[in-house]
């Protein structure tokens, strides 16, 4: 690709949203008005066979619903990094222990990043930063804490902060966009760091090159797969089914189209370039 593009990303990244099925029924979640919240994938050993033939080195980042919500959860995430990969995961942290113990233990010696999402309308505040210090203790990744930065939570945003200072904030979204904040409130919430640290609230990276399609891309419970979440909104850049052979990723960075980008991967990974 052109000048611009930035560095060629030697690990690929794979979001996998493996199954809409939650334990939690959060009132701001995007996924609230899906029709079928009981869905997951059911070919295991299929999805992984996908993900080890990837080419290169990758990392499969998984996330739902509630990913540990999948019956196969912790054998998959061992079959993942039997295979070599690096293996993330996006959950609300209701796991039992006993499971987060096979996670950290599957991929102890690969580790990613475990995503914990704070949902204050279903857990303790307390009791949640307690499993956390005892994860991060366990688990040889780096591990982040998140928080929906909704209208209910606001109030409570600062003292969060000060009882988890690296605490990521993410701004709500009503029909897959960014809810209408106050002026003020776009102020605090940039000066909170932005979405998940980005320092913007609702990026836009049309007419840069990104990465996205080539080193990373995102695939669902049945094995579609798009060029990231805006491409799977808006149903283009389709790249086929990891299951039936047809998935077919770029080999360059190609320009981005789209006016607001929700995807953290390539935006943390390097994988586009954020300022200006
Ligand atoms: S935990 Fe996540 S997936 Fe589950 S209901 Fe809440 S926001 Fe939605
Ligand atoms: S929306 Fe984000 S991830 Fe998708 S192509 Fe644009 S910059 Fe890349």
Same mark, same amino acid.
């Given at each position: 690709m052109t000048g611009g593009a930035p560095r060629y990303p030697l690990e690929g990244v794979v979001s996998w949203n493996?199954?809409?099925? #939650?334990n939690f029924r959060c009132s701001? #979640?995007?996924?609230? !008005?899906? *029709? *079928?919240?009981?869905?997951w994938a059911k070919d295991l050993p299929a999805f992984i066979q996908g993900f080890v033939a990837l080419p290169g080195d990758w990392e499969v980042k998984l996330s739902g619903g @509630?990913? !540990?919500?999948?019956?196969g959860f912790v054998d998959a995430v061992q079959q993942l990094a039997d295979g070599g990969l690096r293996v993330s995961v996006v959950s609300?942290? +209701?796991? +039992?222990r006993e499971q987060l113990e096979g996670f950290a233990r599957a991929t102890q010696d690969k580790p990613g990043v475990f995503s914990a999402s704070l949902h204050l309308e279903w857990v303790e505040t307390e009791a949640f930063f307690e499993k956390a210090r005892w994860f991060q203790e366990i688990f040889a990744g780096r591990f982040c804490v998140t928080l929906v930065a909704t209208q209910e939570n606001w109030p409570r945003i600062a003292e969060l902060r000060e009882m988890w200072p690296e605490l990521k904030l993410q701004p709500e979204k009503q029909d897959r966009d960014v809810v209408a904040y106050s002026p003020a409130q776009r102020l605090q919430l940039k000066a909170w760091g932005g979405h998940n640290g980005s320092g913007?609230? @609702?990026? *836009?990276? +049309?007419?840069r090159a990104c990465w996205a399609g080539s080193r990373y891309f995102i695939v669902d419970h049945l094995g579609e797969a798009y060029r990231c979440y805006p491409a799977r909104r808006y149903r283009k850049e389709y790249l086929g089914n990891i299951l039936d052979g047809s998935l077919s990723l770029g080999f360059e960075a190609a320009l981005c189209t789209y +006016?607001? #980008?929700?995807?953290?991967v390539p935006q943390q990974r390097g994988m586009v370039r954020l300022g200006d």
């Open positions: 493996m199954n809409t099925t #939650c701001y #979640c995007t996924q609230r !008005f899906v *029709d *079928d919240r009981k869905k @509630e990913p !540990f919500r999948h019956p609300n942290f +209701s796991a +039992s913007q609230i @609702e990026p *836009d990276l +049309s007419g +006016s607001y #980008c929700n995807c953290t």
